[in-house]
């Protein structure tokens, strides 16, 4: 049991940064990400001695935030009303980095949980869709089709920049193709 606590101690060392990224972006809330991964954590640890390969106990947290998240969400209801309106706020001066992290979450914030995880473990995680179905226990054309709606709905909220798209012509220099 001991030598169990001590590569544990030693995954959660290692991949806690990862994960705590993961689960901000799944959560939309710093302090609500925080919950998600030491419920996460929590849970791991009671399995751990049943993972047969510790390589994946990184993928078996994500599942384990991805499906605690979606239970917190159909059984709570945090009481606030949406508003289309946001109150202004006191003018601060914040780097465009920040701002377009800030964009980030309020867009996957608007999202299902299943579409909001599909876009973070593809696109932030930078797994494959195999990987991702894998985790959250679906099929690859799930995966496939959570994403297109997702970005879909991104898309006609206007909050996804599509980049300008120049024709590629084959031999053209680049001042003939524009």
Same mark, same amino acid.
Request: aromatic fraction near 6%; proline fraction near 4%; glycine fraction near 2%.
């Given at each position: 049991m001991q030598r169990d606590a001590e590569t544990f101690d030693e995954f959660v060392a290692r991949a806690a940064a990862p994960l705590g990224r993961t689960a901000a972006l799944l959560a939309g809330d710093r302090h609500l990400a925080e919950d998600l991964l030491q419920t996460a954590l929590a849970k791991t640890y009671l399995r751990w001695h049943r993972l047969r390969e510790p390589a994946a106990a990184e993928a078996y947290v994500r599942r384990v935030m991805v499906t605690t998240l979606v239970k917190w969400r159909r059984r709570r209801w945090l009481g606030e009303i949406p508003s289309a309106d946001v109150p202004e706020r006191?003018?601060?001066?914040?780097?465009?980095?920040?701002?377009?992290?800030?964009?980030?979450? =309020?867009? @996957?914030? +608007? $999202?299902? !949980? *299943?579409?909001?995880?599909?876009?973070?473990?593809?696109?932030?995680?930078d797994l494959g869709e195999?990987?991702?179905?894998?985790?959250?226990?679906?099929?690859?054309?799930?995966?496939?089709?959570?994403?297109?709606?997702?970005?879909?709905?991104? =898309?006609? @909220?206007? +909050? $996804?920049? !599509? *980049?300008p798209r120049r024709p590629y012509v084959v031999g053209a220099t680049s001042e003939e193709a524009s």
């Open positions: 006191a003018a601060t001066s914040f780097s465009d980095e920040a701002d377009t992290r800030d964009q980030l979450r =309020r867009a @996957l914030a +608007l $999202l299902p !949980p *299943a579409q909001r995880a599909v876009l973070v473990l593809r696109y932030f995680e195999e990987q991702v179905a894998s985790i959250l226990g679906c099929s690859r054309g799930t995966v496939k089709s959570r994403t297109f709606r997702a970005l879909a709905a991104l =898309r006609s @909220l206007d +909050l $996804l920049d !599509p *980049a």
